[in-house]
């Protein structure tokens, strides 16, 4: 019964059955069990976006392996829970549990659950870089030492299940790097690896990786096709994060394309998945930043004893350093009152310029957070030389890209525009790459610098 989970797009279906298995298991007391089922359940909450649920499952997988001395388990837990964090965006928390599961995972003797372990942990770092948006050379470097570790299995359907898996997360890594032949070739390994083993949920990830690399080359028809193949699986499985991506994606396609009811439908679907999202993520977040807040408060407390003394060091060296300051200060000072005049008059005049600017600043920030309409036209007769220029430069731009650069050149961040413009903020990074390609900017150097000096 649990093995039949992993070829299930279903995940309520998966949860189900390992529910069941885990309470048949708990009836015999068979330990192995209750240990695999709760590897399912994790699993399934975790597509399914539960993040709390997963971290409550795996805390109570890692209590029943450490009771049985069981380090493949409690590995497996800890890999579980590093994931978590991060897909809640606990960062730190999440590289210091990988880094725990990493040390445990020595300690595992058969070769196969080892090298399982040690794949998972490596792909689980790419995907915290990757959550946090760091450089994908460094992503890339994670994601194939854990292809590396997969390769050494030796039970063939264990090995390519999770190079199946792999493959896919290495292809979405190479897309970010705009090397879209190798993102081809990871993305269809991944998918015949899955078709090989019946496994529907990873052919729908290899088919999505494929689509999404041919959306970034502007095969928009290729892209839809692929998109179409994967959605239905997707939805099946009820992933709300991937399916997000795709019906953003093909609002996206239908919009060039300029089929309108096509992109009112698929992006209204988005737009309902990601209200979706957040209130489940802003939920979730709460409850596990009151448990981590409570653990940290606990761990304090043990070490109260350094932290006065830290403390009392600190406010020595302050004050050293405060009556060094004020020493310099006084000496300064009678510098400071010769030029008095002149700096008052030049800071009066400075203020009339910043009064002026910041008015117009103001209201294009304000126009912008409610997404009014007016932005772009208010944005024109503050900025004419920036939209002349741009305009000028590039007339194929629609007034949706000039917008996106407007709020760039108003030094917006990823997260602010993905909030004010209502779209998720992988959205907004796949809209910036491809504005690069557009405008042939480097990925060395920072958009929203490139606008403002633009």
């Known amino acids: 019964m649990i093995a039949g989970t992993f070829q299930l797009a279903d995940r309520n279906q998966a949860l189900k059955t390992g529910l069941d298995t885990y309470k048949i298991s708990d009836n015999e007391s068979y330990y192995l069990g209750k240990a695999k089922s709760l590897k399912v359940i994790i699993n399934a909450y975790l597509g399914l976006g539960e993040q709390q649920k997963a ?63 040690m794949g998972q942990i490596y792909a689980g770092r790419a995907e915290i870089l990757n959550l946090q948006y760091i450089t994908p050379q460094k992503t890339i470097i994670y994601d194939l030492k854990s292809v590396d570790y997969y390769k050494k299995i030796k039970d063939q359907t264990k090995r390519n299940g999770w190079l199946a898996i792999q493959y896919s997360s290495v292809g979405s890594t190479y897309i970010d790097l705009d090397q879209h032949q190798e993102a081809l070739f990871y ?28 959306l970034q080359m502007n095969k928009t028809d290729s892209s839809s096709y692929y998109y179409k193949k994967a959605l239905p699986i997707f939805e099946k499985a009820q992933d709300i994060y991937r399916l997000q991506y795709i019906y953003n994606d093909l609002a996206t396609i239908y919009e060039k394309m300029g089929e309108d009811k096509l992109y009112n439908y698929y992006s209204k679907k988005s737009k309902e998945l990601y209200d979706i999202i ?27 004893y350094f932290i006065i003394i830290g403390l009392v060091i600190f406010f020595v060296v302050k004050m050293y350093f405060t009556v060094k300051y004020f020493k310099r ?16 008059e030049k800071e009066k005049v400075l203020n009339q310029l910043e009064s002026k600017v910041n008015d117009s600043f103001a209201e294009l920030v304000e126009l912008a957070k409610s997404n009014d309409s007016s932005f772009l036209s208010r944005f024109q007769e503050i900025y004419p030389n920036f939209y002349n220029k741009l305009t000028s430069y590039y007339p194929e731009m629609t007034s949706g ?20 413009s209502n779209i998720s903020v992988r959205s907004v990074e796949m809209k910036k790459s491809r504005l690069r390609k557009q405008l042939s900017i480097p990925s060395d150097i920072d958009l929203n610098n490139w606008m403002m000096n633009f």
């Open 55 to 117: 971290l409550e499952a795996a805390d109570k997988l890692l209590e029943l392996a450490t009771n049985e001395n069981d380090e493949y388990h409690s590995v497996q837990a800890l890999i579980a829970k590093a994931l978590a964090y991060s897909y809640l965006g606990f960062f730190d928390k999440a590289s210091e549990t990988s880094k725990n599961a990493e040390q445990l995972c020595k300690k595992v003797k058969d070769n196969d659950d080892y090298y399982s372990s």
């Open 187 to 214: 993305s269809r390994k991944a998918y015949q690896l899955a078709k090989a083993e019946n496994d529907s949920i990873n052919q729908a990830f290899g088919m999505y990786g494929i689509g999404n690399t041919y």
């Open 278 to 304: 957040r209130k489940k993520e802003k939920i979730e977040t709460d409850k596990i930043s009151t448990n981590i807040i409570h653990d940290e408060k606990t761990i304090w407390y043990k070490n109260l």
């Open 329 to 344: 200060y006084q000496r300064e000072k009678r510098k400071r009152e010769k030029t008095k005049i002149h700096l008052l």
């Open 401 to 420: 890209q000039v917008k996106f650069c407007a709020l760039l050149k108003l030094n917006f961040s990823t997260k602010e525009i993905a909030q004010f």
